[in-house]
């Protein structure tokens, strides 16, 4: 159940009540690939980072372990020690991601795995089947992402495929929940709505789907080629015709910035591998522009990475030790700046709850973005 807490024009604060507990909206979910977060980091160190939801990708788990040897393992919340919400994608991005290796039909896509060359068959009952076996939290519907750009013609077709396969992943989901064998017997589902930069197309596709009565229902296939300024025009034309009382999930995006605007436009769900993915070279967030620990600048720098911050990192170490870490290919160094960057968006998403609260987001939104433009 989704609870409106506030609105701030169209900034939404939601609280969002699953089976692992509830998830206070606007929120970014910690992107664990794999069951777990590239950088050495823990479910436990999640926990001390404040964050609410970790998303793991249905495609990687399928491939390594297994789902079937998760589910043996008890799911994913036990085989990993995460007791809050997991959200798991459908593996619909791979159909995007990996376009010399698949074969789209009606059925469902033909793969060959990225790993080894085996042949795999994905389609809407083997995306929940396997999602039911990893008994996350949220379950993804399986799609299709069209690339951008792309024609008309392409994208329409592709929708009114995502659509078809969205009635059979809620068929399937309904059938599992029932089965004996299932761990998470009240697994949610979000459908994701499609249409490239055709904004009548997704509108129409959301209203279509929104009669679904879905859990929750996601916007995806933007941040993949198209500029900031489309995803901002496609967010503000296409989010009004969603369902207001299901929680919004913009899928893959981003950076602070595009979430500041995002949740102006009345996003509640964020996911990007950024924080994790710049941490692990060096790169980290504050409240006042992106560092590179690269820089002999910060050679001999006895600050935090940000002075205040209460991450892991800013709390027991200095740049110029972490500096070090790095260019002695140390993986605590990585370790250090991952966990600093997630706590960095875990914090900044409680400053933004905040201030949608307390009528103040326009004003909290234009002194964030002011500092992140600063010189270091």
Not at 13 to 29: A, L, N
Not at 181 to 192: A, D, E, P, W, Y
Not at 225 to 247: D, F, R, S
């Amino acid at each position: 159940m989704y609870e409106l807490v506030n609105k701030d024009s169209h900034a939404k604060r939601g609280r969002f009540h699953t089976p692992h507990g509830i998830i206070e909206t606007p929120v970014f979910m910690n992107v664990g690939t794999a069951a777990a977060i590239k950088g050495a980091v823990s479910a436990l160190d999640l926990e001390e980072i404040g964050c609410q939801v970790e998303l793991s990708n249905t495609y990687h788990l399928h491939l390594r372990p297994g789902d079937e040897i998760v589910h043996k393992m008890g799911g994913l919340h036990q085989f990993m020690n995460w007791k809050r919400p997991i959200l798991t994608d459908s593996g619909g991005f791979q159909v995007f991601s990996l376009a010399a290796l698949r074969q789209i039909k009606e059925e469902g896509v033909h793969f060959r795995s990225h790993i080894d060359g085996r042949k795999i068959f994905m389609g809407p009952e083997e995306s929940m089947q396997i999602q039911s076996n990893l008994a996350s939290t949220i379950a993804m519907a399986f799609d299709e992402c069209p690339p951008i750009p792309a024609t008309r013609k392409y994208v329409e077709d592709s929708v009114a495929r995502t659509t078809r396969w969205l009635a059979r992943c809620k068929a399937e989901m309904n059938r599992l929940n029932r089965q004996e064998r299932t761990i998470n017997k009240q697994q949610m589902l979000f459908g994701i709505n499609q249409g490239g930069i055709y904004a009548d197309i997704r509108i129409a596709h959301a209203r279509e789907i929104a009669e679904l009565e879905l859990d929750g229902y996601a916007i995806g296939g933007l941040a993949v080629g198209e500029t900031h300024a489309e995803m901002y025009e496609i967010l503000e034309k296409t989010v009004p015709h969603l369902p207001e009382n299901k929680p919004t999930y913009l899928m893959g995006v981003g950076t602070p910035e595009n979430i500041l605007e995002a949740v102006e436009r009345g996003v509640d769900f964020f996911d990007c591998v950024y924080p994790s993915r710049n941490g692990r070279h060096g790169h980290v967030y504050t409240n006042h522009g992106k560092l590179n620990l690269f820089n002999v600048k910060y050679e001999t720098d006895a600050l935090p990475i940000e002075e205040g911050c209460g991450c892991p990192a800013c709390r027991h170490h200095s740049r110029g030790y972490i500096r070090h870490l790095l260019k002695a290919k140390e993986m605590l160094g990585m370790r250090l700046c991952v966990l600093h960057n997630l706590y960095f968006y875990n914090a900044m998403m409680a400053e933004i709850r905040q201030a949608i609260e307390s009528g103040q987001y326009s004003a909290y939104k234009k002194q964030k973005l002011e500092g992140f433009y600063q010189e270091n």
